[in-house]
């Protein structure tokens, strides 16, 4: 058995120890049930609940959760608003964040599937100091998409 301060105060009947927490108005608590014999604690009971919660809740916050972002071009998009894209996927990437970057097709740009798939990996291009491509470039319906995920895990953003 082991008291509120951490000091072990050796081994105790059950009911002897349940009386002696009791008499300190705190609670017998188990803590390694399975040990032998089995180690108890006499500890606030909902004290301990409640910093154990406290604490799973910020390693929680202080987890970094990649998202996955978008990015839309179509097969004729310019220059410079396909600088406007690689700008923006850098900063996902920088962020930590995955990008897929979709090429959508109307009419006639269906025949040059060619042409979306350079769009995808000029983009991957630009950015492949700070990205890999995780999926390469391919049709699904009347849109072609590619996923680039951040190449070094991401989540600090150089300064």
Not at 9 to 36: I, M
Not at 83 to 95: C, G, T, W
Not at 136 to 143: A, D, I, L
Request: a positive charge.
């Amino acid at each position: 058995m082991v008291d509120e301060e951490g000091n072990k105060l050796g081994q105790f009947q059950p009911r002897d120890a349940l009386a002696l927490a009791r008499e300190r108005g705190l609670d017998l608590v188990e803590v390694a049930p399975n040990a032998r014999p089995p180690v108890c604690r006499i500890a606030d009971y909902g004290r301990m609940r409640y910093e154990r919660s406290k604490a799973r809740s910020a390693a929680r916050r202080k987890q970094n959760q990649s998202q996955l972002k978008e990015l839309k071009v179509r097969p004729k998009t310019d220059d410079h608003d396909m600088n406007v894209k690689i700008r923006r996927a850098r900063s996902f990437l920088e962020d930590g964040n995955k990008v897929k970057i979709t090429v959508w097709f109307r009419g006639r740009e269906h025949a040059h599937h060619d042409i979306g798939a350079d769009q995808c990996l000029r983009i991957a291009d630009a950015v492949s100091d700070v990205s890999k491509i995780e999926l390469q470039p391919r049709m699904e319906g009347r849109n072609m998409f590619m996923i680039l995920a951040p190449a070094r895990g991401g989540g600090v953003k150089p300064a």
